[in-house]
């Protein structure tokens, strides 16, 4: 059974720095996208950061310059970086990834979520 469990989230105070991780595990093919999104209370599930198999990034425009998304393909993982954090910035933050099982099924996964909270 595949699974994405994040760590990593806390309370932290304005202009402070967290590190979340993700980590997939299971019977895994192929791992291509994986990202992180956010939801903040009352509000919808939003896309922070995604990166593809190769490289390639996509941030939010309001996290862009702040948070930093890499991955690590042989430990099936994927890390946000984030820095001078701000209040708007708490959420409910959950990894996400585009892949295909051992069984040959391709879907979304989703981590259960952390929470981050920027509060002073």
């Known amino acids: 059974q595949v699974q994405l469990v994040e760590s990593g989230g806390g309370l932290v105070q304005p202009g402070g720095s967290l590190r979340l991780s993700c980590a997939a595990s299971?019977?895994?093919?192929?791992?291509?996208?994986m990202g992180w999104y956010r939801q903040a209370p009352g509000k919808q599930r939003e896309l922070v950061a995604a990166?593809?198999?190769?490289?390639?990034?996509n941030y939010a425009e309001s996290v862009k310059g702040r948070f930093t998304i890499s991955r690590d393909n042989v430990k099936k993982m994927v890390y946000l970086q984030m820095n001078s954090l701000k209040p708007e910035d708490t959420a409910v933050y959950y990894c996400?990834?585009?892949?295909?099982?051992?069984?040959?099924?391709?879907?979304?996964?989703w981590g259960q979520g952390t929470q981050v909270t920027v509060s002073s």
């Open positions: 996400n990834a585009d892949l295909t099982t051992g069984g040959g099924f391709r879907g979304d996964y």
């Open positions: 299971g019977i895994i093919f192929s791992i291509y996208t």
């Open positions: 990166i593809t198999s190769s490289g390639r990034t």
